[in-house]
């Protein structure tokens, strides 16, 4: 059973950065064939996808984050980041990673994902 442990949020200002980062364990193949994804939700909001990554490295962001959001995974550390700068309040929600075995394709919808963390919050104070 694949487990994703979510890590890095916290408390920052208008502008600030966060890098969180998404512990994967439990594959035999760790996340070298996985396709991922960070998500966030806000209180009384969808949970909405924020960025996704394939297998090859194929990275795909929302309107909201291009340019400020950066997805990216380590295989050898079976980890996955996302580096966030120049937040805004409007980025303060729970942020969750998730992930799905496919290999060549590509994922972004919720449906598309087998595997979720239990979130970590980031909170932007204006």
């Known amino acids: 059973q694949?487990?994703?442990v979510e890590s890095g949020g916290g408390s920052v200002q208008t502008g600030g950065s966060l890098r969180l980062s998404c512990a994967a364990s439990g594959s035999t193949y760790g996340i070298s064939l996985y396709c991922m994804a960070w998500f966030?939700?806000?209180p009384g909001e969808?949970?909405?996808?924020?960025?996704?990554?394939?297998?090859?490295?194929l990275t795909s962001y929302a309107e909201s984050?291009?340019?400020r959001f950066t997805i990216s995974k380590d295989n050898a550390a079976n980890t996955l980041y996302l580096?966030?700068?120049s937040l805004k309040p409007e980025d303060t929600a729970m942020y969750?990673?998730?992930?799905?075995?496919?290999?060549?394709?590509?994922?972004?919808?919720?449906?598309?994902?087998?595997?979720?963390?239990?979130?970590?919050?980031?909170?932007?104070?204006?």
Request: include cysteine; glycine fraction near 10%.
């Open 46 to 57: 969808e949970r909405e996808t924020i960025a996704s990554i394939n297998n090859l490295g």
């Open 2 to 4: 694949v487990q994703l």
């Open 65 to 67: 984050v291009k340019g």
């Open 83 to 85: 580096q966030m700068n």
């Open 40 to 42: 966030r939700q806000a």
């Open 96 to 126: 969750y990673c998730a992930a799905v075995v496919r290999s060549g394709g590509f994922c972004y919808t919720y449906a598309d994902f087998a595997y979720w963390g239990q979130g970590t919050q980031v909170t932007v104070s204006s």
